[in-house]
Each structure stands twice: as structure tokens, then as C-alpha cells.
């Protein structure tokens, strides 16, 4: 169910007005409500998803209550990464041993069809158990509110991946939470930011950077660079578009979640864009892997190798191909080069030059090799994604033409777009709290309408899904 099709926003306004009509039962219209909107990819999906989070919440109130803690902590991380692992990586591994031993097995009688948001529900599932196992957090009270928390369907198909210190005891607190005019204005607010960025920006730019890498085998350097930039920015509105989405539910409902994206294109090094970028997931590895291998604590070449084994696993868990696990590698080699860089080189020398231009320097640099890494995200293939990387860094077969050009000016457009969204962020409340100070609700509301209306029209000939709902 898309969040921008007719069944969702009929879905949630029900859901609105049954969880501010009738307070007392807040909590069974959100459990119903998550119900209905996963039950739309598959009754089957929605009883694994069921099964799992029954499983997980046993496993943690036997683990509070000190019933062989360690032993039940493996068998639901165990049980987590075997359900995500069986349907998402099955065929994978098949066609990685076929290559290897030749055993005569096809790896198409293997694929299976991908439960929507399985990893983002399994990230969220495997967090609450290992923070619950220390002590971090009581586990939940009732098996409905847990369900309420794991599957809050404002953003459980991409994230953010909610940890349970930050939302579950909002689902506990039902009824402390007040109407307030001001926080549901700024939902639908949100929700309408969110919506023009996934329909008028990543679903313009989609079909451009798709042309391009469908030809990429012949591209040359300008047009491996175009192709990749658009890309660049299409992943980016696209996802934070469906992160905007799920900050106006959660406002609309009178739940704070937590933002997934501060600008990430502005970033000057690696370190810098992890914090600005997928946000949450970025959190995630650090505290579930990149810091239980050891982290920085333990010397350069151990950080170096949790670094990598971080990212590597990161860019396996974005899909099960050799070109997500080179895409985490190369952020993960980018993560140690900084970290090389700032030990032995800045702490010894010193820029001539104004400190804001060496900043727009380095974000200019990073936003290249950023730009870089997104070709094998995007490429269908190792071999497809090496050889645009070859033509980017190398400049081979270079030739400006005028389609180039509208190219071009489309991408500075677009990063000018991504300047102008840093500022927004920065003074967002100033400019939403003018923007109804300012403009009488009727008008307001009408807005609201006519941007509904432009969707519609503008989305009916090609209603894309969001691309981290494959993932």
C-alpha cells in the first residue's frame, strides 16, 4: 500500500478518526490499522510478520525475567536473520555456490517473493531484543502494544527503524497524548512536503536515470556522471520523501519518530554523512555491529576491519547482490581513508585557506565520491557498475553535446533544490509556524486540496513505488 495511493490515506483517515474520537481504544485502532495496511501485501506476509514479533516478544519477557537469557538472546537473533535470510538471500547463495561447485541447481527455483519492509521489521525486532537482554529497556507490556510498536504502519515498510527507548513508550503512554492543533497541522504539513518531493521530483527524475542506465554498457565519462548524479538525487528525494511521509503520520497521531535524513549531499566527509544520511540505520550498525566488533577502541587496523565488516554487512542488508556488498565496501573504505587522513595528515598540516572554503571543498568532494558509490547501488551488475566507474575516473570517451547540457542544468537545479532544503530544515518550524500565521486555514486547506488534485494527475499515467520498498 503506497503512501501516496487512495487505500492508504483512506486507511490512516479512518484510523484518525477513531484514535481521536474514541481515546480508550487507541491502541486496538493502531494494532488494526497496522493489520490492515500490511495485509495489503499478502494475508500469508502479514502471519510471518505476526508469528515473528510473537516470537520476539516471548523470547524478551523470558529474558527479563533472567530464564536463560544468553541462550534465548541466540535463538531469537537466530530465528530474526534465519526468516530474513530464507526469503531474501536463499537464491543468492544458491547462485553463489553454483558458480563455485557447479551442482547442477538453478537459482530461480529459490527466489522467493520478498515480504515488504522484512528488513526493516527484522532490524527493529533483532534491536529491541539484544537492548532488552541489556537491561536497556523493560520489555512490553502487552503483546498488542508490542505489535502497535513494531508494525506503527506510518513507518514500517522503510523506516526510520525505531528503537524501543524512543517509541514504545509513546505506545505505552496512549493517554497522555493530547490532541494539539499545532502537532497535527505540522503532520499534514509534513505529509504534503513529503509527497510533492516523491511525486514532482524522484518520479521526474526516475525515468531519466533509468534511460541511462538501461544504455550504461555505452555510456561515456559525462554521461556515466550525469546518470549517476540523477540517481544520486532521485534515491535521495524518493527515500527522504517517504521519511517526510512518516514524520506527518506519526505527527498526525500525536507520536514523535525519529528523523532519517539532515541533508546528506552537504556532508564533508564519511563520518558526516552516515549522521545525516538513513540516519537511523547508520545508528543501528553502529551500535549492533560496527562497536560489538571492537569499534575504534581496540586500534587502527581493528577499526579498520569493523569498519569494513560494518559496511559490507550494510550493503548486504540493502539487497542480495555482489553490487550492494561492493557498495558498502566502498563506503566502508572511504570511512578508513578519512580516518587515516585526519590521524596522520590533518593533525600535521594545516590548509592556506579560509576554513568555509575548505569546507565547500570537502563537501564538493565527498558529494563526488558519494555520487561514485551510487553506481554500484544502481548498476545491474559488478561488471556493468566497474566499467561506468572506469569511464567516470578515468574520463575516457569524453564529448559534450546539448542534451548533456539540459542534463546538466537539470542537476544543478537539483542540488540548488538540496541547498534550498538545508535552509528549509534549519528554520522549518519558523516557516511552518508563518505559514499558518500567515495563510487563513480555508486557504490552507485548500492548498492541501490542490496539491492532492496535482498528484493525482501527475502520478495516475505511472504510480511508482518507493525504492527502499524493495529492501
Known amino acids: 500500500m503506497l503512501f501516496h495511493s487512495p487505500e492508504f ?16 481504544t487507541r491502541i486496538p485502532v493502531l494494532a488494526v490499522a497496522n493489520i490492515v495496511f500490511y495485509a495489503a501485501s499478502g494475508w ?48 543468492f547463495a544458491v547462485s553463489n555456490l553454483e558458480r563455485l561447485l557447479h551442482l547442477g541447481l538453478d537459482p530461480r527455483l529459490f527466489q522467493l517473493v520478498l515480504p515488504v519492509g522484512i528488513s526493516f521489521y527484522t532490524f527493529q525486532l533483532l534491536a529491541y531484543l539484544v537492548d532488552v537482554y541489556r537491561g536497556q529497556v523493560p520489555p512490553a507490556r502487552s503483546l498488542v ?37 499545532r502537532e497535527f497541522k505540522l503532520g499534514a504539513f509534513l505529509f504534503t512536503i513529503g509527497l510533492l518531493k516523491k511525486v514532482l521530483l524522484a518520479d521526474q527524475v526516475a525515468p531519466l536515470a ?34 517526510d511521509m512518516a514524520l506527518g503520520v506519526g505527527h498526525l497521531f500525536g507520536l514523535t519518530l525519529t528523523p532519517n535524513f539532515d541533508t546528506p549531499y552537504l556532508a564533508g566527509n564519511p563520518p558526516e554523512f552516515w549522521r545525516r544520511w538513513h540516519i537511523t540505520l547508520s545508528r543501528w550498525i553502529r551500535d549492533y555491529i560496527y562497536i560489538p566488533l571492537g569499534g575504534s577502541r581496540r586500534g587502527e587496523w581493528r577499526a579498520a576491519a569493523a569498519l569494513l565488516t560494518a559496511m559490507g554487512l550494510s550493503g548486504l542488508w540493502h539487497g542480495a547482490a555482489w553490487t550492494f556488498v561492493l557498495w558498502g565496501l566502498y563506503h566502508g573504505l572511504l570511512s578508513v581513508g578519512h580516518r587515516l587522513w585526519r590521524r596522520f595528515v590533518l593533525t600535521r598540516f594545516r590548509w592556506p585557506l579560509p576554513d568555509q572554503a575548505v569546507r565547500w571543498a570537502s563537501v564538493f568532494l565527498m558529494f563526488q565520491a558519494t555520487t561514485v558509490g551510487w553506481v554500484f547501488f544502481r548498476a545491474e551488475g559488478a561488471r556493468i557498475a566497474l566499467h561506468m566507474v572506469r569511464q567516470m575516473l578515468t574520463l575516457a570517451d569524453l564529448h559534450f553535446t546539448r542534451i548533456n547540457a539540459l542534463y546538466l542544468g537539470l542537476i544543478v537545479f537539483l542540488a540548488l533544490l538540496h541547498v534550498a532544503e538545508f535552509w528549509f530544515r534549519h528554520r522549518q518550524a519558523e516557516i511552518y509556524d508563518l505559514w499558518t500565521r500567515m495563510v487563513p486555514s480555508p486557504v490552507r486547506a485548500l492548498a492541501y486540496t490542490a496539491v492532492v488534485v ?12 518507493f525504492i527502499y520498498f524493495r529492501f
Open 145 to 181: 502494544e508490542f505489535w502497535v510498536f513494531i508494525a506503527f504502519f506510518g513507518q514500517l515498510i522503510a523506516g526510520p527503524i525505531m528503537r524501543a527507548e524512543d517509541f514504545l513508550p509513546q505506545v505505552e503512554n496512549q493517554d497522555r497524548i493530547r490532541f494539539q492543533p
Open 9 to 24: 490515506v483512506l486507511t490512516m483517515l479512518a484510523a484518525l478518526l477513531l484514535y481521536w474520537l474514541f481515546p480508550r
Open 210 to 243: 533509468d534511460s541511462l542506465f538501461a544504455q550504461a554498457s555505452y555510456l561515456g565519462a559525462l554521461e556515466s556522471w550525469i546518470a549517476a548524479y540523477l540517481f544520486a538525487f532521485q534515491i535521495y528525494f524518493d527515500f527522504s520523501a517517504y521519511s
Open 454 to 465: 496535482l498528484i493525482a494527475i501527475v502520478s495516475a499515467p505511472r504510480q511508482a513505488a
Open 44 to 91: 500469508q506476509y502479514l502471519l510471518l510478520f505476526l508469528a515473528m514479533s510473537a516470537l520476539t516478544y516471548w523470547l524478551s519477557r523470558a529474558i527479563a525475567r533472567g530464564v536463560r537469557p544468553r541462550l534465548l538472546l541466540v535463538a531469537g537473533v537466530v530465528a530474526n536473520l534465519l526468516n530474513l535470510g530464507i526469503f531474501k538471500y536463499t537464491a
